[in-house]
């Protein structure tokens, strides 16, 4: 069974400043993990995803995740962000490749201050 | 490429009544999966069908949903009859291969429909 905890169901930063979202997750067997960003009305959008290559993974929009195992950690993080990037964030994991359903996270709502 | 199509976006019943959606995935998706997100929660997976067969219905309440992916390509989400806390947004999703750890495949999300059970 899989399961994630998402650390903080509101985060707030200013524009420019770093973003961090945090992510842990509990697997029985080898993760596949996931985040997905949401905005208002719309469906869910793939940011990026760990498939066990390179720990340190690049999504799309400057973000980017690094899977630490020894922590269970998958943690989204944006050196800048933009107003723009005021949205709902999710993270997912999966033991099927991601092809098998996913189990999400209860989601972490970012605010952006001017 | 056109994207995974929902229909309704919108819909607002009493409850006991029913109420079905529609989903159209990706063409070509061998995969496609029904979520359920309530206000504030995050997506939970409510059926899995490869193809138009069932790979997982473990968290659907089939006392009163039902699903069907009938030739494998669309499919219809169905509620009789509908309760309050079924209120919900329904998320359809698709990917493109069969289940297995070979693979890594993205699941690509429509807008949804939002129930509201009054």
């Known amino acids: 069974a899989q399961s994630v905890t998402q650390l903080g169901s509101h985060v707030s930063v200013s524009e420019g400043a770093l973003v961090l979202l945090r992510c842990n997750y509990s697997s029985s067997v080898p993760p596949y993990l996931f985040w997905y960003v949401q905005y208002p009305n719309q469906g869910l959008q793939l940011l990026l995803k760990y498939t066990s290559a390179a720990t340190l993974v690049k999504g799309i929009n400057g973000f980017e995740a690094e899977f630490k195992k020894s922590e269970t950690s998958f943690h989204l993080t944006k050196p800048s962000a933009h107003m723009s990037d005021a949205a709902e964030y999710f993270c997912?994991?999966?033991?099927?490749?991601?092809?098998?359903?996913?189990?999400f996270g209860k989601g972490t709502h970012l605010i952006i201050q001017p | 490429e056109a994207g995974v199509a929902q229909s309704p976006r919108y819909k607002i019943i009493e409850k006991r009544q029913s109420v079905a959606f529609w989903c159209n995935p990706i063409?070509?998706?061998?995969?496609l999966y029904w979520y359920q997100q309530i206000l504030g929660q995050g997506p939970k997976l409510l059926i899995q069908?490869?193809?138009?067969?069932?790979?997982?219905d473990s968290q659907l309440p089939k006392d009163r949903f039902s699903a069907e992916r009938l030739k494998g390509v669309d499919s219809t989400l169905k509620i009789q009859p509908a309760k309050l806390e079924d209120s919900a947004v329904y998320l359809c999703a698709s990917s493109p291969r069969t289940s297995g750890r070979v693979f890594s495949d993205t699941q690509y999300f429509g807008p949804g429909t939002r129930l509201t059970v009054l």
């Open positions: 063409s070509g998706h061998a995969t």
């Open positions: 069908f490869q193809n138009n067969g069932v790979v997982d």
């Open positions: 997912a994991v999966s033991a099927g490749g991601g092809a098998d359903g996913l189990t």
